[in-house]
């Protein structure tokens, strides 16, 4: 069983910042698949970002290859997304979520955090 717990979210102008934080609790987090997610309204819950238990095995969504980056500490339990030259259209709800093998789609993701609100001005 794992709880997550997303932070960092917030208003940020369109070239901006920010940088997400989701804290795991319980003793397998580094067992699992780890990815972030966003859903903006009205629309479906869409893949962003992916990694492995290990590291270095990232995926991107095509929209933000090149300005968001993944990453993982199993020693403190916690997944980050930094988020550099956010667009407007990067306004969602951010998810991070805990998969047993990579998948892009949402319905194969076992744990999920609450969600943060990431809103980009223009």
């Known amino acids: 069983q794992v709880q997550l717990v997303e932070s960092g979210g917030g208003l940020v102008q369109a070239g901006g910042s920010l940088r997400l934080s989701c804290a795991a609790s319980?003793?397998?987090?580094?067992?699992?698949?780890m990815a972030w997610f966003r859903q903006a309204p009205g629309k479906e819950r869409e893949f962003v970002a992916g990694i492995s238990w290990s590291g270095p095995g990232t995926r991107y969504a095509d929209s933000v290859k090149g300005r968001f980056t993944i990453s993982r500490d199993n020693a403190k339990n916690t997944l980050y997304l930094q988020m550099n030259s956010l667009k407007p259209e990067d306004t969602a709800v951010y998810y991070c979520?805990?998969?047993?093998?990579?998948?892009?789609?949402?319905?194969?993701?076992?744990?999920w955090g609450q969600g943060t609100q990431v809103t980009v001005s223009s």
């Open positions: 319980g003793r397998t987090f580094r067992n699992y698949y």
């Open positions: 979520a805990a998969a047993n093998v990579y998948s892009g789609s949402y319905s194969s993701y076992l744990y």
